[in-house]
């Protein structure tokens, strides 16, 4: 008899060791295991005629062995077993590879089962290395499966897996409980939570399995929806915000800048002033593309925050970005009164800054993780707005709103997200895009080219350097690695600063260094002292030199396509035509497709849709980054059609909570639970 939550040493034969080797892919309980699918199938059921077969689909037949097995040397490494089958429709070979005590398997005239990828070429049927069983030993049913595949890590087999999830799910009497009401269950045409577990597994037909997948990525869409609009409705409900007035110093400062606003931030910022005029607390999403401006519609979200008493804070996600906002917000801010602080780790007079937060002296407060830490207390803070979302999530959110009462928050984030995708990973946000760049910023163009063009890209540099401008040179590694071929910063560093650019200044920084060093190298580069910073993508975010003309990106196939753009976006920030070079040697169709992309648009929105459907999800947009579930068998993307339905479920359940009885709140407060761990333990509706 088991339980969900034993420990699977319970299961006989698994031992310490065992199960040191299946924790290393998150299996520690039966419920670990459970929830552990099949990342593919086998369909051994798609059995076919040898006359019917084509290239290259897997298949089960069903043959005779027509001749004795022949053996042959390929080489001094390989030696060849060939065996002529028939099914009465057409003849085959089977073939393997270094396996001679298999030539004493295949009798002449007995009768197998054969399940392997068909080869055709010029009519001649082959199947190497299929998997077989002697008829007489196997009936039909029992070889023709559709077996799982799973993910695995060494120290564990296939067969291993397959074995402990039988003992569970086949030989055990074990049941989960239903967390989804059974109205949710017939409306939609979902199964039940067991016949969908089972059939993960070991599904019994194809339909089956269609039906069991639809069910498990439909609750897990669901329980993320229920989570989300449960802490959305907990900011609404018990935060009720201060109501802002917008004075006429307000519009005098936007009128005082020398430069328009876009139509997309004078949209924005209406958003933002609709929020704070309403009464209730505002928490939205400002999503823009490189270059569009968000850092000014924050400047004004806090000034208004001043305008009415209120202490603002900025938290960026670099010490190098807190700095440049720091410089940006007190050249225009100062002279209208605003104090403004800054609060890193190398902050030096760090207990001066924190009495003057306490104090209420400084009114905005600008910089890292920094300003999360217990011992801040703010004097009286309105607004929080964080930079660049992706490198703070629900749990972050959480956390800063209990530095005060009735706190709003601004998020911004110049990784441009599908709608799809944003409903989920912002469904407790509102959510305001910039779809706009300010007049004047030049089309950055962008070329994929291979290794063999480096030096003529080099001299092109060169000219940039004699003009006057600077460039970046992105790699993905800040070392070498014996595992991974791809350049690495510290030496490529070394590489042109011997040879080709030893007459030019040229800068190293990447994540390893200490951040007063990083800082160092970074404003070098700024002031102009240094003409070439070579770097890892410590530079992604942010990082504004608008003298900077160049960038160049080494093996630009190991990023995706979002953060190929986000590097890009650290040129075109001035008035002189900037350039992109995508450095690869891969050759791949994908490779190219991606490479393409980059080089027809410069639209974040464009290249975010292709990024999300080329790579999926989990690699675009990891959801842990979040603080959110991890989706173990949704896909955000393929599955949109099943998330809109999720969503309005969740969204009628959360509206409709007091017509719930108690034994349907008890399964959902649970589940929610388990989903989100830990950051909605003490929530209620």
Known sequence: MFGLDDKIEKIKGIGPKKAAYFSKIGIKNIVDLIYYFPK??????????????????????????????????????LKVLRVLVSDNTKKGYVTFFNSPYLKNIFKKDEVFYFYGKIEIKNN???????????????????????QPVYGLTKGISQNDIINLQKKILLESNIKLEEYLPSYILNKNRICDINFAIKNIHFPTSIKALKVAKYRLVFEELFFLQLGLFII???????????????????????????????????????????????????????QGDVGSGK???????????????????????????????????EKILNPVGVNIGLLTRSVKDKDEVLNKIKSGKLNIIIGTHAIIQDNI??????????????RF????????????????????????????????????????????????????KTYSINEKKLPKLYKFIKSQIQEGRQAYIVCPLVEDSENIKAKSAVNLYKELKDNYFKFNNI?????????????????????????????????????????????VIQNAERFGLAQLHQLRGRVGRGKYQSYCFLVTSNTSKNTKERMKI??????????????LELRGPGDFFGTRQHGLPELKIANLFKHADILKIAQNEARNIVDNFNDLNDEERRKFFIKVKKYFKGLLDNFSI
């Open 40 to 77: 593919s199938y086998e369909n051994k059921r798609n059995i076919k005629n040898l006359s019917s077969v084509s290239d290259g689909e897997k298949a089960t037949i069903v043959a005779r062995i027509c001749d004795e097995p022949q053996e042959f040397n390929k080489n001094k490494k």
């Open 124 to 146: 001649y049927i082959q199947i190497k290395h299929p998997e077989f069983k002697n008829i007489k030993k196997c009936k039909l049913e029992e070889f023709a499966t559709i």
């Open 232 to 286: 959305k409705k907990q900011y609404i409900s018990s935060n009720k915000g201060v109501r802002y007035d917008v004075p006429h110093e307000f519009y005098e400062l936007i009128n005082n800048f020398p430069f328009q606003l876009t139509n997309a931030q004078k949209k924005v910022i209406k958003d933002i002033i609709k929020d704070v005029s309403s009464g209730k607390v505002m928490n939205r999403l400002v």
């Open 295 to 329: 850092t000014i519609v924050a400047l004004l979200a806090m000034y208004l925050a001043y305008l009415n008493g209120y202490q603002s804070a900025l938290m960026a996600p670099t010490e190098i970005l807190a700095e440049q906002h720091f410089k940006t917000f």
């Open 377 to 390: 207390e703010f004097h009286n803070l309105g607004l929080v707005v964080t930079d660049e979302q992706h």
């Open 393 to 444: 999530g629900v749990r972050q959110r959480s956390f800063l709103k209990q530095k005060g009462k009735n706190i709003n928050m601004i998020v911004m984030t110049a990784t441009p997200i599908p709608r799809t995708l944003s409903l989920i990973l912002y469904g407790d946000l509102d959510i305001s895009i910039i779809d706009e760049l300010p007049p004047g910023r030049k089309y950055i």
């Open 507 to 551: 800068g190293l920084i990447h994540g390893k260094m200490d951040s007063v060093k990083k800082d160092e190298v970074m404003q070098k580069f700024k002031s102009g002292k240094l003409d070439i910073l070579v770097s890892t993508t410590v530079i992604e975010v942010g990082i504004n030199v608008p003298n900077a003309t160049v960038i």
């Open 598 to 611: 980059m080089e027809n648009t410069n639209n974040g929105f464009i290249i975010a849709e292709k990024d």
